[in-house]
């Protein structure tokens, strides 16, 4: 039971996965005719996945990136004008295409071909449209439909490998003892598995994993890879070098500076130096445009999105004031860098509803009281409903002055879900865990978690070779509080008899069979007290909450 507990949030993605496949069409990207627009659009979305299909197939057909303009602007390549262009004569590949994402996601990109025998590189027409035309199209000759089975089989290979990061992302946030579900919800499943963000994030939360286990030199190597995806890592590097200090900063500055630069040679070997940075600056050097969902003109005044440098400004001061005192644990140092994005995403000149998941490696594990949990929860409803709910399902509504009313109000909506989740973090850090209440609850139920201990530390398997007989109390429990976790943990002395199991090799060892005494860990989870069998032999439990990291806790 309790192994179901913690990987059930793995079947999500997967069972999403499947559904989102079966909705495809065998010869196009678009979904399929039976099923309902209204259902297809709450589980995938052609769009992006469909940008992500073209890039590959350029960067497969011997192009490269740098044309510093979007095809076809700010505007929308429709259907027809598509149609239009694939009835007419081609003009030659130029030798660039345009990219907007760093050159490392061009391996993720071109996998979706290399998979694939005897790839048709697409006509131009297509290869340098804007995506959307090209995620609606129904092909017309054999011709179309077999450059459009191959984007189709593209997507497929991109929706199975980003469900394989969620995956990988719920494993890692698995270790950070936050609530597991938070990152099953609708919009950060949907957002996962139609976009490639959760790549970066899962680099992100690989490096907040390793700053957990000392790793440092991995967490650097792992927070570049994450800036090598996309940019916006690049964020928290100043808040982790002021949490770690002088000399393990460098060690993880050295990391992060070798991965970045060999990624960066590499690129610039194989590609050329042009075709490395001119994605980056396209993707920085985006403008406001009407109708695009951003906060200007609503909450923010227009005036300000024209002022690139105050906006620059804005987020190296939130930097600034994140490290102007050093965060104290590994909490702190996730609520500064979640400050910083907020900062960030609100005031950008465009807005991508996939954003929010970027913050996960950072609010699950700090969701272990309510209130953060309600601005977590609030964000994946508020970014799911604004898209695809009100995009998709309600655009396709004929009452367009219900549909704009709703639209403007969502931008509202939006903006105090990104204000609220800024309040709840800070707010969070300034209140004071209420031990009493903590240490009242343990006392309630000390027989029934020293049976949950028994049960969960027999079904471990550990100490190989032994069996779980049973576990008696030694004492009262010493309650310390984890600066690394921010947890209330109990330490509790335990007397347990084990029994060596027929055929091991502790079966006729005799020590096998003395009871031992040994340190139980239970811990609170911000809504009551829960242990997953961690056990420490050969530590009493003064000698546990004596480490460096625990901060002792009176009843």
Same mark, same amino acid.
């Given at each position: 039971m309790s192994s179901y507990k913690s990987f059930w949030p793995v079947l999500v993605p997967l069972i999403w996965c499947g559904v989102l496949l079966a909705f495809m069409r065998p010869d196009a990207i678009k979904g399929r005719s039976d099923i309902p627009l209204v259902w297809k659009w709450l589980i995938y979305d052609e769009s992006d996945l469909t940008a992500f299909a073209i890039r590959g197939a350029n960067i497969h057909a011997g192009r490269l990136?740098?044309?510093?303009?979007?095809? #076809? &602007?700010?505007? $929308?390549?429709?259907?027809?004008?598509?149609?239009?262009?694939?009835?007419?004569?081609?003009?030659?590949?130029?030798?660039?295409?345009?990219l907007e994402y760093p050159t490392l996601m061009l391996v993720f990109f071109e996998f979706g071909y290399l998979v694939q025998s005897n790839v048709v590189p697409p006509p131009p027409a297509?290869? !340098?449209?804007?995506?959307?035309?090209?995620?609606?199209?129904?092909?017309?000759? #054999?011709?179309?439909?077999?450059?459009?089975?191959?984007?189709? $089989?593209?997507?497929?290979?991109?929706?199975?490998?980003?469900?394989?990061g969620m995956i990988g992302l719920i494993l890692v946030l698995r270790k950070s003892g936050g609530p597991l579900w938070l990152v099953v919800l609708p919009g950060a499943?949907?957002?996962?598995?139609?976009?490639?963000?959760?790549?970066?994030?899962?680099?992100?939360?690989?490096?907040?994993?390793a700053l957990m286990r000392g790793r440092i030199g991995w967490a650097g190597a792992f927070l570049s890879l994450g800036?090598?995806?996309?940019?916006?890592?690049?964020?928290?590097?100043? $808040?982790?070098?002021?949490?770690? &200090?002088?000399?393990? &900063?460098?060690?993880?500055?050295?990391?992060?500076?070798?991965?970045?630069?060999?990624?960066?040679? $590499?690129?610039w070997a194989v590609l050329d130096l042009e075709s490395t940075i001119a994605p980056v600056k396209a993707q920085m050097a985006r403008q406001l445009f #009407?109708?695009?969902?951003?906060?200007? &003109?609503?909450?923010?005044?227009?005036?300000?999105?024209?002022?690139?440098?105050?906006?620059?400004a804005l987020i190296a001061g939130s930097v600034l004031g994140a490290i102007i005192t050093r965060p104290k644990d590994l909490d702190a140092v996730r609520r500064r860098c979640a400050l910083v994005l907020i900062v960030f995403v609100f005031i950008a000149v465009y807005w991508s509803p996939q954003w929010f998941v970027w913050f996960l490696p950072?609010?699950?594990?700090?969701?272990?009281?309510?209130?953060?949990?309600?601005?977590?929860?609030?964000? !994946?409803?508020?970014?799911?409903?604004s898209f695809p709910v009100l995009f998709w399902n309600l655009l396709s509504l004929s009452d367009n002055d219900f549909y704009s009313a709703v639209a403007v109000g969502m931008i509202y909506v939006r903006a105090g879900s990104w204000i609220g989740l800024a309040v709840m973090l800070v707010w969070d850090a300034v209140r004071k865990p #209420?031990?009493?209440?903590?240490?009242?609850?343990?006392?309630?139920?000390?027989?029934?978690?020293?049976?949950?201990?028994?049960?969960?530390?027999?079904?471990?398997?550990?100490?190989?070779?032994?069996?779980?007989?049973?576990?008696?109390?030694?004492?009262?429990?010493?309650?310390?509080?984890?600066?690394?976790?921010?947890?209330?943990l109990a330490l509790v002395p335990l007397l347990v008899q084990f029994e060596p199991l027929p055929g091991s090799d502790l079966e006729d060892v005799p020590?096998?069979?003395?009871?031992?005494?040994?340190?139980?860990?239970?811990?609170?989870?911000?809504?009551?007290?829960?242990?997953?069998?961690?056990?420490?032999?050969?530590?009493?439990?003064?000698?546990?909450?004596?480490?460096?990291?625990?901060?002792?806790?009176?009843?």
């Open positions: 990136p740098g044309t510093p303009t979007e095809p #076809d &602007g700010p505007g $929308i390549c429709s259907v027809e004008e598509l149609t239009a262009r694939l009835d007419r004569p081609q003009k030659p590949y130029t030798e660039r295409f345009y297509v290869a !340098d449209s804007q995506h959307f035309g090209a995620s609606f199209f129904e092909p017309r000759t #054999d011709e179309e439909r077999a450059v459009w089975t191959q984007f189709r $089989i593209a997507v497929q290979c991109y929706v199975v490998m980003m469900t394989l499943v949907y957002f996962s598995l139609n976009r490639f963000d959760v790549l970066p994030t899962l680099a992100m939360a690989g490096c907040f994993l800036v090598l995806l996309k940019v916006f890592p690049v964020l928290l590097v100043p $808040i982790i070098l002021r949490y770690l &200090g002088v000399r393990k &900063g460098s060690i993880f500055l050295a990391a992060f500076t070798a991965v970045f630069s060999l990624v960066f040679g $590499i690129s #009407d109708h695009n969902w951003s906060l200007y &003109g609503y909450v923010l005044p227009v005036e300000l999105a024209e002022w690139k440098l105050v906006r620059q950072l609010t699950v594990p700090l969701a272990k009281r309510w209130p953060v949990k309600i601005a977590v929860i609030a964000l !994946d409803v508020v970014n799911y409903f #209420d031990f009493a209440r903590m240490i009242e609850a343990y006392s309630s139920i000390a027989t029934a978690l020293r049976h949950q201990f028994l049960q969960t530390a027999a079904a471990s398997g550990m100490p190989r070779g032994l069996k779980w007989l049973s576990a008696e109390s030694l004492g009262e429990p010493i309650f310390v509080y984890d600066r690394a976790s921010r947890e209330m020590q096998a069979r003395e009871p031992r005494p040994v340190t139980a860990i239970m811990k609170f989870t911000g809504e009551a007290w829960t242990t997953a069998g961690r056990t420490l032999f050969n530590l009493n439990p003064s000698q546990v909450a004596a480490q460096n990291r625990y901060e002792l806790v009176k009843p």
